[in-house]
């Protein structure tokens, strides 16, 4: 399983938000590349980068934080937050993401996405899902569809998207330990998915039981930036 530390974007600066709130926003460092870094020197290969500012505006704002990143450290960047347009996968790809992260956008408006997925081939995206009680969330988790977790996968596979990460919206921010039984049963569904868990992991052992259970890859943000989990511990679980 690799381990895919997260950087979340506001004013060119690494914070961590709780549950998608913005006023409840926690300011880590004035310069991601430092924490980006400190990733990369700790062995890690690869990074997901939120442009929180470009997510509220519906553009993407902190490009120049990927370009930074990805200029000056050899890490593997997923980039997302406001990608919306064309133009916005443009920046993204050319600012030098390996790969453009969906979310929203893939429930509001099918057709544009699958459009992107020809022109530019399924595996230059990684596809975020949102979920609560199964059921797909968006908008910042504001609204809940009534799409099924597993029909949205399924979909989206028939298109040629080979990794997808989930989030449980109850569980981001709060290190209450990631949704383990969600989680299980997606992998079940789809073995050929290179599955990521994100959202909830506190521990070295809530890493250690995402292995067991088949994660390609678990994202972990505010476990790292609180302390809970060192980066010499993160490497024992990261292959």
Request: hydrophobic share 45%; charged share 25%.
């Amino acid at each position: 399983m690799q381990i895919i530390p997260a950087i979340d974007i506001i004013d060119g600066k690494c914070v961590r938000l709780t549950q998608g709130d913005y006023a409840q926003k926690k300011i880590y460092n004035e310069h991601p590349l430092e924490i980006a870094l400190q990733f990369q020197d700790a062995g890690l290969q690869r990074l997901h980068l939120v442009d929180l500012d470009g997510a509220k505006a519906g553009a993407v704002k902190n490009w120049k934080v990927l370009e930074t990143i990805a200029t000056k450290t050899n890490l593997i960047i997923d980039f997302g937050g406001g990608i919306k347009k064309e133009e916005d996968v443009k920046i993204v790809l050319n600012s030098g993401a390996a790969w453009a992260t969906i979310g929203s956008l893939a429930v509001k408006d099918e057709t544009l996405f699958v459009q992107w997925l020809l022109t530019y081939g399924a595996e230059k995206f990684l596809l975020g899902a949102d979920v609560k009680n199964e059921k797909i969330a968006i908008g910042g988790w504001l609204e809940t569809t009534d799409i099924w977790i597993y029909d949205f996968i399924e979909k989206y596979m028939q298109h040629g998207i080979q990794q997808l990460f989930c989030t449980d919206v109850s569980k981001d921010g709060k290190l209450e330990g990631p949704s383990v039984d969600l989680y299980k049963n997606i992998i079940t569904q789809f073995p050929n998915l290179q599955f990521i868990a994100s959202g909830g992991v506190s521990n070295l052992q809530d890493l250690e039981e995402l292995a067991l259970i088949g994660c390609s890859g678990a994202i972990v943000g505010k476990a790292i930036y609180e302390g809970r989990i060192s980066l010499p511990e993160l490497m024992k679980v990261n292959n």
